[in-house]
């Protein structure tokens, strides 16, 4: 079975660049046809939608992050990672990396458990 692991930083100063990465086992990152998220949730908030990068390393990011988001991988280490710069404390909160259909992600109109696997999530504050 598929297992996803964050790991990084629990803490983070304002300004600085938010550096997770998501520790792929089970599947591989390059396997068709898959898409490999990072989602969060603020405390009190609902699940948002970072973005995602696909098997083939195409990336999407939303709207809202973009200009501040970036993703990576190392397929040597079936790994991917994300970069989120300039930080505040409203990007306090749990960010998981989860895996859907990729065919899911481009169609839309999609719900949370049509990513079948997700990481336990790791806590990361924003905070001076």
């Known amino acids: 079975q598929v297992q996803l692991q964050e790991s990084g930083p629990g803490l983070v100063k304002p300004s600085q660049t938010l550096s997770l990465t998501c520790t792929v086992s089970?599947?591989?990152?390059?396997?068709?046809?898959?898409?490999w998220s990072w989602i969060r949730q603020p405390p009190g908030k609902g699940l948002e939608w970072m973005g995602v990068?696909?098997?083939?390393?195409?990336?999407y990011y939303s709207p809202s992050l973009k200009c501040r988001t970036s993703f990576s991988r190392d397929t040597s280490k079936n790994q991917f990672s994300l970069q989120l710069s300039s930080v505040t404390p409203e990007d306090t909160a749990v960010y998981y990396c989860?895996?859907?259909?990729?065919?899911?992600?481009?169609?839309?109109?999609?719900?949370?458990?049509?990513?079948?696997?997700w990481g336990q999530g790791t806590q990361v504050t924003v905070s001076s």
């Open positions: 990068i696909a098997y083939d390393g195409s990336t």
């Open positions: 989860a895996r859907a259909a990729l065919d899911t992600v481009v169609a839309g109109n999609w719900a949370w458990d049509e990513y079948d696997y």
């Open positions: 089970g599947g591989s990152i390059t396997t068709s046809y898959y898409a």
